[in-house]
């Protein structure tokens, strides 16, 4: 439709210019002696019109020979630009793929164009810091840092880097000169947790994670891993004293301190220093708040309770939860402690055939020995030794992960 338009408005101006030059009987007289030039209005129109797009065309054509270099210049940073672009996707790609030479080496191709150099830099840089080729990543970072608007980048990369190489010192400097500038960074306050770990600076790693709790700035089970972690280092720094333990002992929110590896360590502590009532205390907490049969082996180990409410204890968790190989052995060895050898006996063999454990090999040699009988004695401990060697020898992903070390910071 606007097609048809057009057509007949341009239609209608072509017939109106055409009456008019047919009406037109003007003429135009150009005189240079001795010569004289008559000319129709209408071809003077004509001829002027032709001059004027001539002119214009020659303009035209000087304008882009003028402009010839530049644009060759313009085309040339056009094409280095999508050429160190290219080379960063391929860093980038190789990064994340793990391929961290080839991420160096396209990284290092990008530094042609000033506005990629700088963000091509810090993926050198974390390319070579994943192949341990410090010396590099310095220079990367350093060819990063004239790019103001990369200097958070760069202070985060680098102190994230800086804490996995646990110069943790470095990266606390780096994450209070970015908490300086007044922003919040949810990640810096990450890398600055792990690093407090990894200095045992315990109080200010549980402030980090209530902070990061408060802004939901960690997964709830790592949360809950953290701030045991934490906990435990302040038990076992304050291990030596039982009133310094007592007190960081009270300090921990309940909640935490129903968690089995948290109340393990407590109380393993308070055994440590004599106190079996509060150990017991810490680990019936625990018990009740969730059945976790590996603390049973430290409740036998609460040295000075009354050995007929452990037994009675013990007996109503059993009956509670199943005459389990452990809450067998744990009656066995309060009954050992207490002297009582023909309950010991009973409680622990019978452990042994409901699951035959090196703890429990164990136990019954230190029976056998103490009633005096050597050679079983003997027998049990090399029973012991093993199923010890052999548990040692599982693949450590196959162990229980209450048996592992707790994870590398």
Request: net charge positive.
């Amino acid at each position: 439709m606007k097609t048809l338009l057009w057509g007949l408005w341009l239609a209608l101006v072509a017939a109106a210019i055409a009456v008019l030059l047919q009406n037109n009987q003007g003429t135009v007289v150009a005189i240079a002696p001795p010569w004289r030039v008559d000319f129709s209005l209408n071809f003077f129109i004509l001829i002027a019109m032709l001059s004027a797009w001539l002119c214009f065309r020659v303009g035209r054509v000087y304008q882009r020979l003028r402009d010839f270099p530049e644009r060759v210049r313009a085309y040339r940073e056009r094409r280095s630009e999508l050429g160190a672009l290219r080379s960063l996707r391929e860093s980038l790609k190789a990064l994340f793929e793990g391929r961290f030479a080839r991420a160096e080496r396209a990284a290092q191709r990008a530094q042609s164009v000033p506005p990629v150099a700088a963000l091509a830099a810090l993926v050198g840089a974390r390319a070579a810091h994943r192949m341990q080729e410090y010396e590099r990543r310095e220079q990367w970072l350093e060819r990063a840092e004239p790019d103001a608007e990369l200097a958070t980048a760069r202070l985060v990369l680098s102190a994230e880097m800086w804490s996995e190489q646990r110069d943790s010192a470095r990266a606390l400097r780096i994450v209070e000169q970015l908490h300086e500038s007044g922003a919040r960074h949810i990640h810096a306050m990450r890398i600055a947790l792990v690093a407090h770990l990894q200095s045992n600076h315990w109080e200010e790693a549980i402030r980090i994670v209530r902070v990061l709790d408060k802004h939901r700035g960690l997964p709830a089970p790592a949360s809950l891993a953290y701030r045991v972690l934490a906990y435990r280092g302040q038990l076992r720094e304050n291990a030596a004293d039982a009133a310094s333990l007592a007190r960081v002992w009270n300090a921990v929110p309940a909640a935490d301190r129903a968690t089995p590896e948290l109340a393990l360590e407590a109380a393993a502590c308070f055994n440590r220093l004599g106190r079996g009532n509060d150990a017991a205390s810490v680990l019936e907490h625990a018990l009740k708040a969730q059945w976790t049969e590996r603390l049973l082996d430290e409740y036998a180990r609460c040295a000075g309770i009354n050995v007929s409410a452990a037994i009675a204890q013990v007996e109503a968790w059993m009956q509670e939860h199943g005459r389990s190989a452990a809450a067998l052995r744990c009656l066995g060895r309060i009954c050992l402690r207490a002297r009582l050898w023909g309950k010991a006996r009973n409680y622990l063999e019978e452990s042994q055939r409901t699951q035959a454990d090196a703890d429990t090999a164990l136990a019954l040699g230190e029976l056998a020995k103490a009633m005096g009988d050597d050679a079983a004695a003997a027998q049990c401990f090399r029973d012991a030794a093993r199923g010890l060697a052999e548990r040692s020898a599982q693949p450590a992903l196959a162990r229980p992960r209450w048996f592992r070390r707790e994870p590398s910071l």
